[in-house]
T-cell receptor, first 116, second 112 residues
Framework: GAVVSQHPSRVICKSGTSVKIECRSL??????MFWYRQFPKQSLMLMAT?????????EQGVEKDKFLINHASLTLSTLTVTSAHPEDSSFYIC????????????FGPGTRLTVT | AQSVTQLDSQVPVFEEAPVELRCNYS??????LFWYVQYPNQGLQLLLK??????LVKGINGFEAEFNKSQTSFHLRKPSVHISDTAEYFC??????????FGTGTRLQVTL
């Protein structure tokens, strides 16, 4: 149980275009979803927290107009990287919580974004 | 504020040898502690967690960790490692209402 999927697993896009990443909780309803970013050989950094039907809460330093998060249902959250640039290339990982409690998170397999 | 320090960026070890991955934390409130494993190009898998109760926590794949409040540590141990344990290991801390904060990770490299 408690499976989280992400799609796509890898995506390559050209500079200036937008790309959408989906995060789905497959066997539970996710009150809260989290989006993380991981640079090569570094730790995960929380980008934003989203609750179903509410606006996402972004961490300090994360551009909310660049990283659009939508949590339209209890099983789906999307992250859209708008006007992507090479420096946005990274590994993006989502997690989902059935309870909304931060210490109960189930992680997706991640999405590798490469911007050329 | 809370933070996590993983003292070793890399730990090389021979197969079947014991291993300890160190983790220290700082927090002004009660904490919950976690160890996650990440295989290449994959997400995180929870190895074990400490929320309350017994300070010795047993997890999956033969791993265990001990919460030491006086030393603010939560070191991960395994008595005998396997090649398949080669991965990146992350220690993380969370408070009751705070976000999950990760350490910088320890690369465990198991060789024959």
């Amino acid at each position: 149980g408690a499976v989280v999927s992400q799609h796509p697993s890898r995506v390559i896009c050209k500079s200036g275009t937008s790309v959408k990443i989906e995060c789905r909780s497959l066997d539970f309803q996710a009150t809260t979803m989290f989006w993380y970013r991981q640079f090569p050989k570094q730790s995960l950094m929380l980008m934003a927290t989203s609750n179903e039907g509410s606006k996402a809460t972004y961490e300090q330093g994360v551009e909310k107009d660049k990283f659009l998060i939508n949590h339209a249902s209890l099983t789906l959250s999307t992250l859209t990287v708008t006007s992507a640039h090479p420096e946005d290339s990274s590994f993006y990982i989502c997690s989902a919580s059935p309870s909304g409690i931060t210490y109960e998170q189930y992680f997706g397999p991640g999405t590798r974004l490469t911007v050329t | 504020a809370q933070s996590v320090t993983q003292l070793d960026s890399q730990v090389p070890v021979f197969e079947e040898a014991p291993v300890e991955l160190r983790c220290n934390y700082s927090s002004s409130v009660s904490v919950y502690l976690f160890w996650y494993v990440q295989y290449p190009n994959q997400g995180l898998q929870l190895l074990l967690k400490y929320l309350s109760g017994s300070t010795l926590v047993k997890g999956i794949n033969g791993f265990e960790a001990e919460f030491n409040k006086s030393q603010t540590s939560f070191h991960l141990r395994k008595p005998s490692v396997h090649i398949s344990d080669t991965a990146e290991y992350f220690c993380a801390v969370s408070g009751t209402a705070s976000k999950l904060t990760f350490g910088t990770g320890t690369r465990l490299q198991v060789t024959l």
